[in-house]
Structure formats: C-alpha cells, structure tokens
C-alpha cells in the first residue's frame, strides 16, 4: 500500500493543491493507496501513517521552483532541487526526515507543484491543471 499526503492550505490560491489533489483522490478511490488532506499540519498525521506501514509515502505541496506556473517535480530533501522550498513551516525537507525515522523503510517522494499566486482565493488555472494531470497518474498506478 502506497500513502498520499497532500499539504497546503484551501482557499490561499494555489497553496491549496496538495490538498485539492488528497480530496480528488478521495473521491475517485486509487486501489493501493490511502490518502490524507494533511493541509498545514501533516505532523498531525505522522501516527497513521506509522501504523499503515507503507512501500511508499508521496507528499505534495506547492513549492517555489522559479519555474512556469503549474510545473510538477519530484523534489529532493537534501535540498539539491535548484532551491524548492515548500510554502509551510517545516518545509516538506524537514517533514520528510521526520516521517523517514517514524515509518523505517518506507519510500518517501517529495513533489512540488510551481505555484501561481498564495494569494486568498481559488487556484490558478495551471495549478489546477497540474492536480488533475497528478490525480490521473496516481489514479492509474
């Protein structure tokens, strides 16, 4: 079993689209995969994940790139992706470490998604382009 954590914060923009993408994959049920809209505070799930004992752990967050709005990268903790950064305190890096000592073993992957604007209101057309375009391939394996 694989788990998705898809963190953000609804209605500030394009921050919401790890969330949106955990409630889009609730929705359409992939087999293989539990999925938690952690929104800011995926700490607060780390003792579920722990006790699924996953292959894998995907987290998704929107994260500064400096690339074109809605470009999705599978980013690395150590801080070698060009200086992604998550847009939550701990970032994704931090958070990833964290979960690694929690659930040994586990596969963790870290994707970002280039973020239009954080401003309140909904997400950017290339944002939610970019959740949906995930949601298929988590959808089809």
Do not use: Y
């Amino acid at each position: 079993m694989d788990v998705l954590v898809g963190i953000g914060r609804p209605g500030a923009g394009d921050d919401a689209a790890g969330v949106a993408l955990a409630r889009l994959l609730r929705r359409r049920k992939p087999a293989g995969w539990t999925v938690f809209a952690a929104e800011a505070n995926p700490e607060n799930f780390v003792g579920a994940i722990a006790r699924l004992a996953p292959r894998k752990v995907v987290l998704v967050d929107a994260c500064e790139m400096g690339c074109a709005p809605g470009t999705v990268k599978e980013l690395r903790a150590d801080g070698t992706t060009g200086g992604a950064f998550g847009t939550h305190a701990p970032d994704m890096g931090m958070f990833e470490a964290f979960l690694a000592d929690c659930v040994p073993g586990t596969k963790m992957r870290l994707v970002g998604i280039q973020p239009e604007t954080l401003a309140p209101g909904p997400m950017s057309r290339p944002v939610r382009d970019a959740v949906r375009r995930l949601a298929a391939c988590a959808a089809g394996g």
